[in-house]
């Protein structure tokens, strides 16, 4: 025997039959196989992201005192429509308000990109990538701005490597003081 059908170990249990054909001519001293298989697909399940808000926002004065204006308009909105009387129902309340609440946090804060971790770079950092990239395009315009593209891909991996000694030192930092209060 030297002609084989592989399969891996995970959809053995798929093979139904296999069957040599030695009448089929194929130009070799190998002999045709067929195999049946059936196998059981599932339906891939769609995976729905929530989106949270980026609450690291909220330390920002000028962005809290945003938050603060929108939110207190739409609630005042609301207030006043329960005052007519118009609402009876308190789920549909509910859901009036939380949807203020999550449109006001969509609009004035933002969503958190890339899963929301910790970020080891600062946001001077963030603005000079920001900068960098709003410059990309027109690098090659002239020697001035080649040359500026080229400082600021400098300074952005300089800052970036400061950045992340910080980073790690608060982490260090945390882990002694950890360590210091089990003892």
């Known amino acids: ?15 139904l039959n296999s069957r040599v054909y030695p009448s089929a001519d194929v130009g070799s001293d190998h002999q045709l196989l067929a195999c049946r298989i059936c196998l059981k697909l599932k339906a891939a399940k769609s995976h729905t992201t929530a989106h949270r808000f980026d609450a690291r926002r909220l330390h920002e004065h000028s962005v809290v005192e945003q938050y603060k204006i929108c939110i207190s308009e739409r609630l005042a909105a609301l207030s006043s429509d329960l005052g007519t009387g118009c609402e009876k129902n308190v789920n549909e309340m509910w859901t009036r308000i939380s949807d203020a609440f999550n449109s006001t946090s969509q609009e004035v804060l933002g969503t ?32 001035e701005t ?3 593209y080229n400082f600021l891909c400098r300074e952005i991996t300089r800052k970036a490597k400061a950045d992340k000694e910080v980073y790690l030192q608060a982490i260090c ?11």
């Open 112 to 143: 958190v990109r890339n899963g929301g971790g910790k970020r080891w770079l600062s946001p001077e950092t963030l603005q000079l990538a920001a900068e960098r990239k709003d410059l990309k395009p027109r690098k090659l315009d002239n020697a």
């Open 1 to 15: 025997m030297i002609d084989h059908i592989l399969v891996n170990r995970r959809w053995l249990g798929s093979v």
């Open 173 to 183: 930092r945390e882990v002694k003081t950890a360590h210091k209060q089990k003892s």
């Open 146 to 148: 080649t040359k500026h």
